[in-house]
Nanobody, 128 residues
Framework: QVQLVESGGGLVQAGGSLRLSCVAS????????MGWFRQTPGKEREFVGA?????????YYADSVKGRFTISRDNAKNTVYLQMNSLKPEDTAVYYC????????????????????WGQGTQVTVSS
């Protein structure tokens, strides 16, 4: 049974920082690309970024967060992190981590449908 559990969300002022964690069990994260997504009410879940299984972990980001967010992983803890700096009110959303459905995929996928395990989500609220 694969489980992903996010934590670290909360309320922060614009310009502040938060670090989200995603602890995986039942699957080793260094065999799968791990993605972060976010969703606001009435909108589709959107890709935030991902870290690949390969090597040191190549990372990819949506343009809206590039330069502000950083994804990393700790293989020993089977945990993925999303460091969010310079937060903006428009970053307010429920954030989800997810695991690629295929191990050792050669490309990064950004579509929700390509990820088959999801965490429960953690709320991030950025006040202006």
């Amino acid at each position: 049974q694969v489980q992903l559990v996010e934590s670290g969300g909360g309320l922060v002022q614009a310009g502040g920082s938060l670090r989200l964690s995603c602890v995986a069990s039942g699957r080793t994260i260094n065999s799968y690309t791990m993605g972060w997504f976010r969703q606001t009410p009435g909108k589709e879940r959107e890709f935030v970024g991902a870290i690949r299984w390969i090597g040191g972990g190549l990372t990819y980001y949506a343009d809206s967060v590039k330069g502000r967010f950083t994804i990393s992983r700790d293989n020993a803890k089977n945990t993925v992190y999303l460091q969010m700096n310079s937060l903006k009110p428009e970053d307010t959303a429920v954030y989800y981590c997810a695991s690629d459905a295929r191990a050792y995929r050669n490309v990064v996928v950004k579509s929700v449908s390509e990820y088959n395990y999801w965490g429960q989500g953690t709320q991030v609220t950025v006040s202006s």
